[in-house]
């Protein structure tokens, strides 16, 4: 699949804000975080606001972004518009909190509810991100149990970091925020492995051409010529392929900055308590979201769509090439007799008319 910058751009910024959301809100409630009012702020703002520019930069894929509304209303059987209830539903108790969190500096009674409603909707509009692709039979890169929790996981990698980037900055106790982003770091990569050598798998043992049109029980099937002679959408964004050796060398780098850089930096920043620590946090937190934007990349550039089968292998969308010159046709041993010139015919056809007259 062709991954569009603007996909990548909203999985990844949304991810953020619903992660941090979801550790803000949980973490108020049990008192993990501190009553620091500009570290609440900071906090809701960043969640806020990450929330808000990855929703915005999801409708910049569409034709029509205008017409983003109308896909609210399939809720029932589309996980697409379960994810846009969601994500607008966890915005009342999100401002709720705010409210609550910010000005009344208070967290009982209906701001509790609140905090425990904002991260249940965080959660649940991670989850329907995920199962919007989980739910494609055709892409069997996507259609398989690890791709919706591995969305969570890397929501909760990349809030806790940023979270405990704020707690180091501003000076409170991290201890528990840095575990926490530790074992969300493990647990990310970890399925990401599982999800990497399923993929691995599936290459070898993958749909062919008789098993997508049904035919398998009929002997061998191939395809006599390609569906279209020209590039056209589907050539264009569900042709692409990557190179495994380009794909080896990303998921070394995915391996770099989002499992081994955030992973060290964070176990220095917990033992480290001396003035470099906000320096660490905030390297870690920024090497985790790089890890992060390489693995959704690679979420949808590895993805091959079956419709693929029928096009007999092209995957590169490009024109035609032509050859310099034409074969010249060989000559019909049957030719044509040649049409008399415009002139000598209407000459002819004069004549027959005064022929007919007399």
Known sequence: MKPAPSIIGFTTASGLGYGMLFVLALGALIGVIPTERWLRVSGLLLALGSISAGLL???????????????????????????????????????????GWIIDESLSGIYAVSAITAALGAAATVYCTGMIYASLPP?????????????????????????????????????????????AIVGAFVMKILYWRKLENQRSHGPTTASATGLSSSGLVRMLDPPHTQTNYLLDEMGFRIGRKHAHVLKFLAYLFG???????????????????????????????????????????????TVMLFYAGQHVTSKPKTSAAPAKSAPSPH????????????????????????
């Open 57 to 99: 930069s999801s409708t910049l894929h569409l034709g029509h972004p205008e017409r983003a509304w109308r896909a609210l209303s399939q809720w029932r059987s589309s996980w697409l518009s379960r994810e846009g209830v969601l994500a607008l539903f966890t915005y009342v108790p999100a401002l709720l909190l705010a409210a």
């Open 139 to 183: 892409i069997k890169a996507w259609h398989q149990p690890l791709t919706a929790p591995i969305y969570l996981a890397f929501a909760l990698m990349t809030g806790a970091l940023a979270v405990h980037f704020l707690l180091v900055l501003f000076g409170a106790p991290h201890l528990f925020i840095g575990l926490l982003a530790l074992l």
């Open 259 to 305: 499992l081994v850089a955030p992973l060290i930096l964070t176990l220095m920043a917990l033992a480290l308590d001396t003035m470099p620590t906000t320096l660490l946090a905030l390297v870690a937190f920024l090497s985790g979201m790089v890890g992060v934007v390489l693995e959704r990349w690679l979420f949808f550039a590895e993805a091959e769509h």
């Open 335 to 358: 030719p044509k007799r040649r049409r008399a010139p415009l002139p000598r015919r209407r000459q002819a056809i004069e004549t027959a008319d005064v022929a007919a007259s007399d």
